[in-house]
């Protein structure tokens, strides 16, 4: 990952009009970022779903009434424990390319059992939070609040689920196979790595704005509206 940065922030910095590096873009062979074509995709993905994500959180900010009181939200340890659910998939996602890495394939596949049902996990955990909210009377409808962290939730969950799906992909290919066969997925776990990494960081963002900071942030937006 931060290879990655590096050589983008490199690209970024580089002067085509000078004789030397001219001299050296002679001899490139014409690939701008050593990266694969599943690296790439993932990419495309965190422009487009960062564009979602935040038009969502904006729409929230901008929306919230004046009157509207914001200090009864429900705040239960659930989304706590589901935060940590998804820090701990992140943690094992890491392990995983570590062991592709040091070609360690039995922690590679008891590592990506680990990450599947810790994600599962994660989203039964939002569901069964999504249930403690409508019975306590809150729904959709209920306010500002409460419609865009359904959305959010929603959206981030489809993610996820978009996410197991191409994660069981490649685990059906990695369960059964040769060392050798499992080395050539490389590229697909760690893409997958990268993905779930943005899905923890979106999450967290969400999980401080509209949680943690909720009251902070509003009248923070209050003042400047005003």
Known sequence: MSKFFKNLFGALSDKPWDKEQMAIDNYHQGKTFD?????????????VSTVLFSLVVTGYLYSVPVGQDTSYLLKPNLLWLNTLVLLFV?????????????????????????????????????????????????????NNYFSSFYIFTALHGLHLLGGLFFWGIVFSKVRKA??????????????????????????????????????TVVAWCRALLS
Not at 96 to 114: A, F, G, P
Not at 186 to 194: N, V
Request: proline share 0%; glycine share 4%; net charge positive.
């Open 35 to 47: 990266i694969s074509n599943q690296t790439s995709a993932v990419i495309v993905i965190f422009g």
């Open 178 to 215: 040769e060392q050798t066969q499992i080395i050539s997925q490389k590229k697909s776990i760690e893409a997958l790595s990268l993905y779930w990494t943005f899905l923890l960081i979106v999450w967290v963002m969400f999980f401080l704005i509209m949680y943690v900071f909720n009251d």
């Open 90 to 142: 992140t943690y094992f996602f890491n392990k995983v390319t570590k062991s592709l890495k040091k070609n360690n394939t039995d922690n590679v596949k008891n590592n990506l059992i680990i990450v599947g049902f810790l994600s599962y996990v994660f989203l039964f955990g939002q569901l069964f939070f999504w249930l403690q909210l409508m019975k306590s009377g809150n729904y959709v409808s209920t």
